[in-house]
Nanobody, 127 residues
Framework: QVQLVESGGGLVQAGGSLRLSCAAS????????MGWFRQAPGKEREFVAT????????YYPDSVKGRFTISRDNAKNTVTLQMNSLKPEDTAVYYC????????????????????WGQGTQVTVSS
């Protein structure tokens, strides 16, 4: 089992920055691809960023590319999402997630590919 705990959410003005952190415990963190997702009220959970177990590969959707950066520190069992140039449409609950087993790729973008989830942290961007 892997336990994930997010932190760092909050209220920020449009154009501002926030840094989300995810602390992992349990099974070997460094073996897993990790990801961040978000869910706004009334909407489906959507992919935000993913990183391979070695941190050599990352991937982002166009909606956040160039503004968000995912990173990880396997020695500290943490994954971080740096969010810059935030927009009101970035408002959502942000979730950290981990892939529990190798599924044939170095990173993953679909909700159902992830086995472990944190409880989420609220990010609100005011206009």
């Amino acid at each position: 089992q892997v336990q994930l705990v997010e932190s760092g959410g909050g209220l920020v003005q449009a154009g501002g920055s926030l840094r989300l952190s995810c602390a992992a415990s349990g099974r070997t963190f460094s073996s897993y691809a990790m990801g961040w997702f978000r869910q706004a009220p009334g909407k489906e959970r959507e992919f935000v960023a993913t990183i391979s177990w070695s941190a050599s590969s990352t991937y982002y959707p166009d909606s956040v590319k160039g503004r968000f950066t995912i990173s990880r520190d396997n020695a500290k069992n943490t994954v971080t999402l740096q969010m810059n140039s935030l927009k009101p449409e970035d408002t959502a609950v942000y979730y950290c997630a981990a892939v529990g087993r190798y599924r044939g790729r170095v990173y993953y973008t679909k909700v159902d590919e992830y086995d472990y989830w944190g409880q989420g942290t609220q990010v609100t961007v005011s206009s």
